[in-house]
């Protein structure tokens, strides 16, 4: 039985529709990212998963029941806010156990309740302070520790580490995902990054303008992207995304991309396309990540499918770790990953390799895979 | 930050389909409960009132209640006065009137001139700042005590210049009855500017310190930039401050009463004092009323569109 | 930042560069308003501590020759307000046992409304607000008749019931109604303050009580007013100074021994009986002046904070 059972939901706010039919099931356990961009509706999705919105029609489901008509306080839901909302004129230990309080827990309970995650947390020597005195990281963990107490059966994550720096942000996605790993938590987590949703979730859920995209694991989809927009979307740098047509050589589909004055790219279609969408001269996008832009030295030994081609370097960005080139191809910019110490110049052309083991193709009227 | 589409209203939580729904629904209806006493309150003193003594208006009432209507009569009789220079209410109008416009005038100029220097990056702004408006603490009826004996010309200023030395200082306002209003003015920018000042502070101090800068690179002297650039700039204060200073002025009953004591002669008379000696001391309910639906109509022609155009601003 | 923010912690900007002349005209010319605004607080004081053949006699610029304070306690004991020569410290009274009810109460819902209007929204909720919003525009003058009538028809039923029961159960009170009075028409500007102050408030932290399991009246008790301290005390000083410093309604509809203390002052100024003795006068301006003006000098930012709200700049 899935701990988390949404079905066919809608919501309606006056006249227009916020989420438009959305069916999503978690397991115990699971950790499922709500993923998309601003006003793609995941925070609200989140809160009426939560109770703090009410739904038009559909089903939320929490451990086996219906909770559609519950208050949030009888849900048996935990939630961390991007602001960590800790009640400021609360000490630590008073936070985390103010829940307990309304459910008129006794004080020894309470008190020991609130010790133990504590403990876990390593917060013991914070409990008397005033959220005022904490740093960001000290705060999430009170938050994350008013969450704990409860022991509910579904976490629920409201984008809680878009207020950090960059580094206190990567700090704190290992603390969470540790917490994942050793407690054994049900989670739901809403974020607009989409590299914390590739590493923390166990599945993913991408939506736009209230629909849902794509529900898979991170590598479904990362590699096989529904659509268009979650190709797009996951992934950093994004996916080269380029028009060409189809044409048949010695009976194989091929993908051939123009490159106006310059021979034409031509490609074996990825096995992986439906062969009934390959007609000749049909229009496709042609979809290869960065990573599967290389030159000699970069490509992958074990890349079954290799075509080779020369291009004049626009843009060299270097990373750090890899070196970002930037390319213009098909009317299109190409960005290719190289190694940090690849020798290219701008300006120059230079032998890439693109890798087609994971190219995918896109029908560019309906967007979806092929 | 969270999707804009979800900032929903806190009554859009989910809540039970109780077995009893009466129960429910006066959970539900818990927020309206709790804000109903004062919004019925406001429904009855506020506009009930004012209906009531619009209503009032149109009857004949004199000492007492009346209900018999007369139509416009009162209205009619108030158009009359207006342009006939024997009657009370020609002398209000005209004394609001000036009072209005030098009051509003003088409170805008004074307080610009303060705003101004102050955000000059003064030492001891400190200490300034409360010297200018600790006036507004002060109810009117001390303000018109102090600047009633200030200009008064037995004891106050007049004196006090003669007794320096300056024998052919006169100024005898206070006791004049055409030229008590001006004093009135006099002692009400007196206690206002320091407001306005303040107003005008906050909106200096809210302009970009880049667009000052960009116009010291393009050349601009001070004066060139106060008047092309700041100035222009603080418009939305200058309506605030009109609106706000329209609206005391409109209402000044407590200042005028104490700078001219007992209002001899109505020489200073306002449409407050006016209505108020009308209603109480020479038994005209019905017109009383009418003066107070006109002072009513004034200014909720300035505050409405004002308080309009401020919430529709605020949509969210 | 608020537009009180800016005025009382101004964001920092380069030193300038204006020439010493233009410095010395801007502290000059500031110099003199100071003057200006002082003077006449200063003459109130200084004419306070004169014998009265001083007043009339001496100018009013110089500071008393011989000190006395026997107009300060005449003010306070034996002025004659009307028939009554018992001074103002029964007015002083008076004011106190009205302005403390009014501002506790509608401070106390006030706060109720800022939460339920922007915490509990429902449909209207603008409408409802911008109703009671214009209650603080109102002239006053449209609404005496009526309040006068039923303050009538209260103190009618007070005696009654008194005549009945014993007691008048407060109707027809003279501090009561205005209680009354000023507590209907704060509601208005205390609604605003609070509303603006809770709308700033984070919904995070109403939402995460919530979860918690806290009711309506939980979340105002144990997270919306514990964090309320300023907009509690702007409102405070805000309604204190504006009933305190009433007339209108206080010579309206309390005359006689129930009066405040404006109105006291107000006649003690003008009684046209013999001598007019300037000294006793302005001991008794300050002395009316002086709650609002001591609260001014503790609590000067707030008193900016509740004038700018005041202004309806949200």
């Not at chain 1, 529900?215 to 740098?237: C, H, K, R, W």
């Not at chain 2, 100024?171 to 004093?183: A, G, L, N, Q």
């Not at chain 3, 009066?259 to 001991?283: D, F, H, K």
Request: hydrophobic share 50%; proline share 5%; glycine share 8%.
């Amino acid at each position: 039985m899935a701990t988390l059972e949404i079905r066919g939901l809608r919501k309606r706010f006056g006249a227009v529709e916020i989420l438009k039919g959305i069916d999503i099931s978690l397991e115990k356990g699971g950790f499922l990212v709500l993923v998309g961009p601003s006003g793609c509706g995941k925070s609200t999705l989140l809160n009426t998963i939560a109770g703090l919105e009410a739904i038009t029609s559909g089903d939320v489901s929490i451990g086996g029941r219906v909770v559609n008509d519950l208050h949030p306080s009888q849900r048996d839901i935990a939630m961390v806010f991007q602001s960590y909302a800790l009640y400021p004129n609360m000490s630590v230990g008073e936070n985390i156990a103010f829940g307990m309080e309304m459910r008129r827990v006794p004080k020894p309970e309470r008190d020991k309740a609130v010790a133990a995650v504590a403990k876990t947390l390593q917060i013991e020597h914070l409990l008397k302070r005033r959220p005022s005195q904490l740093s960001g990281g000290q705060r999430q963990r009170v938050a994350m520790g008013r969450a704990l107490v409860r022991q509910p059966s579904i976490f629920l994550f409201d984008e809680p580490l878009s207020n950090l720096d960059a580094k206190l942000r990567v700090d704190m996605r290992i603390e969470i995902k540790r917490l994942h790993q050793t407690t054994g938590a049900t989670i739901v987590y809403v974020t607009h990054d989409q590299i914390e949703a590739m590493t923390l979730a166990t599945k993913i859920a991408v939506l736009k303008d209230g629909e849902l995209q794509q529900v898979g694991t991170p590598a479904e989809i990362y590699n096989q992207p529904a659509n268009l927009f979650v190709a797009d979307f996951m992934g950093s740098p994004a996916m080269n995304l380029l028009e060409g047509a189809i044409e048949r050589a010695d009976g194989k589909p091929c993908v051939r991309l123009d490159r106006g004055d310059q021979a034409p790219i031509v490609v074996p279609a990825p096995a992986s396309a439906d062969p009934a969408a390959l007609r000749e001269g049909a229009r496709v996008v042609f979809g290869i990540r960065p990573e599967a832009v290389n030159d000699s030295d970069s490509l992958d030994h074990n890349a079954k499918s290799v075509v080779r081609f020369d291009a004049p370097v626009e843009i060299v960005e270097p990373a750090g770790a890899d070196t970002f080139v930037v390319i213009h191809v098909a009317g299109r910019e190409m960005t290719a990953r190289m190694r940090a110490d690849a020798d290219v110049r701008v300006g120059q052309n230079h032998p890439f390799a693109l890798n087609l083991d994971k190219a995918l193709l896109f029908d560019p009227q309906t967007t979806r895979r092929l | 930050m969270t999707d804009e589409l979800s900032v929903a209203p806190f009554l859009d939580v989910a809540r039970p389909r109780s077995h009893r729904p009466l129960r429910a629904r006066a959970r539900d209806a818990l927020p309206l409960l709790v804000l109903a006493p004062s919004f019925i309150l406001v429904l009855i003193f506020v506009y009930g009132f004012n209906l009531w003594t619009l209503f009032l208006s149109f009857t004949n009432s004199k000492a007492f209640t009346s209900t018999h209507l007369v139509g416009w009569l009162n209205y009619e009789k108030l158009w009359t006065w207006t342009f006939d220079h024997t009657s009370n209410w020609h002398t209000a109008i005209v004394n609001m009137g000036l009072f209005g416009g030098l009051y509003v005038f003088f409170c805008l100029a004074l307080g610009l001139t303060l705003a101004i220097l102050l955000d000059q990056k003064i030492r001891g702004e400190g200490i300034l700042r409360p010297i200018y408006l600790y006036p507004l603490a002060l109810s009117f009826i001390v303000t018109g005590t102090a600047w009633k004996l200030f200009l008064d010309p037995r004891i106050g200023l007049d004196k006090a210049m003669h007794d320096l030395g300056w024998a052919s200082f006169h100024f005898d306002w206070v006791v004049t009855p055409r030229m008590m209003i001006y004093c009135v003015v006099i002692a009400g920018v007196w206690q206002t500017s320091g407001f306005v000042m303040a107003m005008f502070l906050a909106g200096l101090r809210g302009i970009d310190g880049e667009i000052l800068k960009a116009a010291q690179i393009d050349g601009a002297t001070a004066y060139a930039t106060y008047r092309r650039i700041v100035i222009p700039m603080l418009r939305p204060v200058f309506l605030s401050a009109i609106i706000v200073l329209t609206g005391m002025a409109l209402k000044s009953y407590d200042l005028v009463l104490s700078v001219t004591g007992k209002n001899p002669g109505g020489a200073a008379e306002l449409p407050s004092t006016f209505m108020y000696s009308y209603t109480f001391t020479r038994d005209q309910m019905a017109v009383g009323s009418a003066s107070a639906v006109i002072m009513l109509m004034t200014i909720a022609a300035i505050m409405v569109p004002y308080l309009y155009s401020e919430l529709r601003e605020k949509a969210q | 930042m608020s537009a009180a923010d800016l005025i009382i912690a101004p964001p920092a900007r380069e030193p300038s560069r204006q020439s010493p002349v233009t410095r010395a005209v801007i502290y000059g010319l500031l110099a003199l308003f100071a003057v200006v605004y002082l003077l006449p607080l200063v003459v109130m004081v200084m004419t306070s501590l004169k014998p009265l053949d001083e007043v009339t006699g001496g100018n009013m610029f110089y500071p008393p020759r011989d000190w006395t304070f026997e107009p300060w306690v005449k003010a306070w004991g034996t002025a004659c307000v009307g028939l009554t020569c018992s001074g103002l410290k029964i007015f002083f009274w008076n004011s106190i046992k009205m302005v403390v009810p009014a501002v506790i109460i509608s401070t106390g819902l006030g706060a109720l409304n800022g939460y339920v209007l922007t915490k509990w929204r429902f449909p209207g909720h603008k409408l409802l607000f911008g109703m009671m919003l214009f209650a603080c525009f109102i002239p006053y003058q449209s609404v005496l008749i009526p309040m006068a009538t039923i303050l009538g028809k209260f103190g009618e039923f007070g005696r009654s019931l008194d005549d009945s029961l014993g007691l008048s159960l407060g109707f027809g009170n003279p501090t009561v109604n205005l209680v009354l009075v000023h507590t209907v028409y704060g509601l208005g500007f205390t609604t605003l303050f609070f509303r603006n102050y809770y709308e700033a408030f984070p919904d995070e932290l109403i939402k995460a009580a919530m979860i918690d399991g806290a009711g309506f009246f939980q979340i105002f008790r144990r997270i919306l007013l514990p964090n309320s301290g300023p907009i509690i005390i702007v409102t405070v000083i805000y309604q204190f100074t504006n009933i305190w410093n009433d007339f209108l309604f206080g010579a309206t509809f309390a005359a006689g021994a129930s009066s405040p203390l404006t109105v006291a002052l107000y006649n003690i100024v003008n009684t046209s009986t013999g001598v007019t003795e300037y000294n006793v006068n302005m001991a008794a301006a300050i002395i009316a002046a002086a709650p609002t003006l001591f609260v001014y000098i503790v609590a000067g930012r707030y008193f900016v904070r509740g004038l700018m709200a005041g202004a309806v700049k949200g």
